[in-house]
């Protein structure tokens, strides 16, 4: 299984910033593309699946560049509440998930 | 119950001890996953059961011993562990886990917090 490599951080913002984490995979034939949001002693959740043509939620904007096998999350107008852990995550091939080690976010008052 | 759900929340126990983590998806969904979580490094994925078959074993030492009777159930069976397993073991679950633009990746339980003495 390869390689999904994240900077771990840690980010510290302020409220309202935007900050964008990045995370390059390994193996190009990977299919499936997520980002995971993981608070502390709590399991990873779902934020958002990353889709080739890019995909946005209110705040949150992922996009995918095959070429460079590279993904990105960008946050705009930072919470409180985003403070967390955010996992890459790849599927390559079959079932399993492979996980990034996480970058870790603390949005600051 | 919804979800998928981890019992016990928390283990305390000795390296000669047998004692089992159960986990249970009310989602009907096909595949089972454990994964294992330390401090400082990625999840490491441990067993995938895909309908209660298992597909995948990723290099697990024989102390850990899964088994899924069926689709909704996993267990993860435990003895003569070693300090160095204590960590937090997550079950997941999944659809049909072949990608593409339908893929939701996994719904996770809360987890079980391993002690290792």
């Known amino acids: 299984r390869k390689e999904v490599e994240q900077d771990p951080g840690p980010f510290n913002v302020p409220e309202g910033a935007t900050v964008a984490f990045n995370c390059t995979y390994s193996n190009s034939a990977s299919q499936s593309f997520f980002w995971y949001r993981q608070d502390c002693r709590k399991e990873p959740k779902l934020l958002m699946s990353v889709y080739s043509s890019g995909n946005e939620d209110g705040r949150f904007t992922a996009q995918l560049n095959r070429a460079s096998q590279y993904i990105s999350l960008l946050i705009r107008d930072s919470k409180l509440s985003d403070s967390a852990t955010y996992l890459c995550?790849?599927?390559?091939?079959?079932?399993?998930?492979?996980f990034g080690k996480g970058t870790s976010l603390l949005v600051t008052p | 119950e919804t979800g998928v759900t981890q019992t016990p929340r928390h283990l305390v126990m000795g390296m000669t001890n047998k004692k089992s983590l159960k986990c249970e998806q009310h989602l009907g969904h096909n595949a089972m996953y454990w994964y294992k979580q330390s401090a400082k490094k990625p999840l490491e994925l441990m067993f995938v059961y895909n309908f209660k078959e298992q597909t995948e074993n990723n290099s697990v030492p024989s102390r850990f011993s899964p088994e899924c009777p069926n689709s909704s159930h996993l267990f993860l069976h435990l003895h003569t562990l070693q300090p160095e397993d204590s960590a937090l073991y997550l079950c997941?679950?999944?659809?049909?886990?072949?990608?593409?633009?339908?893929?939701?990746?996994?719904?996770f339980g809360s987890g079980t917090r391993l002690t290792v003495v």
């Open positions: 997941a679950s999944s659809q049909d886990g072949t990608g593409g633009g339908q893929d939701s990746g996994y719904t």
């Open positions: 995550v790849v599927r390559e091939t079959g079932y399993a998930l492979n």
